[in-house]
């Protein structure tokens, strides 16, 4: 039977990126999951404070995220939604992990230093790059990794951008079984959503990110239709007013292209809707992805805004509070065999 794990973190409201990489697919597994399947989703609250939070907004934040996965289709009946916070097995597996995780291998991976760059961009420019890199920043696809091993999830769906860091969650159990010789760790697979990486609308070489301070860089899966078509409609492309797909020299109309196959309710490719625009011009190519891309987000937006006041938010924190009485338990499970085969005695 498959346990599905996968994670968010509440840094805003989610973009057509987290939408198209994650979130679809996190509701097409659901809906083909069978009576045996565990499916999880976790808030990740913990990874979202490795970059300075304001606690007040990332409560309201957190509240938001789940209203948002609900929106888009998630049914707490057959998904258990938490966060990562309540579940403080996550953090207790990830330092027992730390304890045989490689600082050579984490010092590879990509996201810290992206995470840098905007810290730089920042202004804060005075420090030397190491007091400015948070420990957490640097060790956070540890916890990433406990956040799933602590399920013994067999299935994690991703975005395209986090393919490294799953590698290392199963870096993390070679490492663990290997240092205590026992087989206790499940090695996750990871299922990359078959959208390719949605890209930022201002710059098409940086992904699209909650982050970023540009908000014209990115359409919110709670945008209202004219906002869609304006930021459809500015988005940058290139001077060339033909329609090709190609994603290298041309990666504005190429995210276009990409988006328009995405939401399209038939199945197509890139060049095939390349050349169903030939001899059209760009113009044409953005008005007909603003328009595929609000009747994919069509509903959403209200049933957000309904979710959220539905009793004063009670509604929302009674969803939680079941989802991480489900998720601890789970989590106790895996802790469980640490005792159990004695490996506890062997760490500490
Ligand atoms: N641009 C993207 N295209 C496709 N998939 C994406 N994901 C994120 N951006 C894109 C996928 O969304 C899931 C949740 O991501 P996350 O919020 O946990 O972290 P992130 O990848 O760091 O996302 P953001 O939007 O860029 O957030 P910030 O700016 O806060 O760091 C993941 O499965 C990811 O692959």
Same mark, same amino acid.
């Given at each position: 039977?498959?346990?599905?794990?996968?994670?968010?973190?509440?840094?805003?409201?989610?973009?057509?990126?987290?939408?198209?990489?994650?979130?679809?697919?996190?509701?097409?597994?659901?809906?083909?999951?069978?009576?045996?399947?565990?499916?999880?989703?976790?808030?990740?609250?913990?990874?979202?404070?490795?970059?300075?939070?304001?606690?007040?907004?990332?409560?309201?934040?957190?509240?938001?995220?789940?209203?948002?996965?609900?929106?888009?289709?998630?049914?707490? *009946?057959?998904?258990?939604?938490?966060?990562?916070?309540?579940?403080?097995?996550?953090?207790?597996?990830?330092?027992?992990?730390?304890?045989?995780?490689?600082?050579?291998?984490?010092?590879?991976?990509?996201?810290?230093?992206?995470?840098?760059?905007?810290?730089?961009?920042?202004?804060?420019?005075?420090?030397?790059?190491?007091?400015?890199?948070?420990?957490?920043?640097?060790?956070?696809?540890?916890?990433?990794?406990?956040?799933?091993?602590?399920?013994?999830?067999?299935?994690?769906?991703?975005?395209?951008?986090?393919?490294?860091?799953?590698?290392?969650?199963?870096?993390?159990?070679?490492?663990?079984?290997?240092?205590?010789?026992?087989?206790?760790?499940?090695?996750?697979?990871?299922?990359?959503?078959?959208?390719?990486?949605?890209?930022?609308?201002?710059?098409?070489?940086?992904?699209?990110?909650?982050?970023?301070?540009?908000?014209?860089?990115?359409?919110?899966?709670?945008?209202?239709?004219?906002?869609?078509?304006?930021?459809?409609?500015?988005?940058?492309?290139?001077?060339?007013?033909?329609?090709?797909?190609?994603?290298?020299?041309?990666?504005?109309?190429?995210?276009?292209? *990409?988006?328009?196959?995405?939401?399209?309710? &038939?199945?197509?490719?890139?060049?095939?809707?390349?050349?169903?625009?030939?001899?059209?011009?760009?113009?044409?190519?953005?008005?007909?992805?603003?328009?595929?891309?609000?009747?994919?987000?069509? =509903?959403?937006?209200?049933?957000?805004?309904?979710?959220?006041?539905?009793?004063?938010?009670?509604?929302?924190?009674?969803?939680?509070?079941? =989802?991480?009485?489900?998720?601890?338990?789970?989590?106790? &499970?895996?802790?469980?065999?640490?005792?159990?085969?004695?490996?506890? *005695?062997?760490?500490?």
């Amino acid at each position: 039977h498959a346990v599905i794990f996968s994670g968010i973190q509440p840094t805003g409201t989610p973009h057509l990126g987290n939408y198209l990489g994650a979130m679809r697919q996190w509701k097409r597994l659901q809906d083909i999951a069978g009576d045996e399947d565990k499916l999880l989703f976790s808030i990740v609250d913990l990874h979202a404070i490795t970059m300075p939070q304001d606690a007040e907004a990332l409560r309201t934040r957190r509240r938001e995220m789940l209203a948002a996965l609900l929106a888009i289709g998630l049914d707490p *009946e057959k998904s258990t939604l938490f966060y990562q916070s309540s579940v403080m097995q996550h953090t207790e597996l990830m330092w027992i992990l730390s304890c045989t995780a490689s600082m050579g291998y984490l010092s590879r991976m990509t996201q810290y230093k992206s995470k840098l760059m905007a810290t730089n961009k920042a202004g804060d420019l005075d420090e030397e790059i190491t007091s400015r890199l948070k420990l957490g920043l640097f060790s956070y696809p540890v916890l990433q990794a406990a956040d799933i091993l602590v399920h013994r999830a067999t299935h994690v769906p991703v975005g395209d951008d986090q393919k490294q860091h799953l590698e290392f969650a199963r870096e993390c159990v070679t490492n663990f079984n290997h240092t205590y010789n026992q087989k206790l760790l499940v090695s996750p697979e990871t299922l990359t959503a078959p959208s390719p990486r949605v890209m930022s609308l201002r710059d098409p070489y940086q992904k699209m990110s909650k982050s970023s301070p540009n908000e014209r860089s990115r359409i919110l899966i709670t945008s209202t239709p004219t906002e869609i078509r304006q930021r459809i409609m500015g988005a940058v492309t290139d001077s060339i007013n033909m329609i090709t797909y190609e994603r290298e020299d041309r990666p504005g109309v190429a995210n276009l292209i *990409e988006l328009i196959v995405q939401c399209s309710s &038939e199945p197509t490719t890139p060049e095939n809707v390349a050349d169903s625009f030939l001899g059209a011009n760009l113009g044409d190519l953005k008005a007909y992805c603003a328009e595929a891309v609000v009747l994919e987000l069509d =509903g959403i937006r209200e049933r957000f805004t309904k979710l959220l006041e539905r009793q004063g938010g009670k509604y929302l924190d009674d969803i939680e509070a079941a =989802g991480a009485e489900i998720a601890r338990q789970n989590a106790e &499970e895996t802790m469980r065999l640490f005792s159990v085969t004695h490996v506890k *005695e062997n760490v500490y």
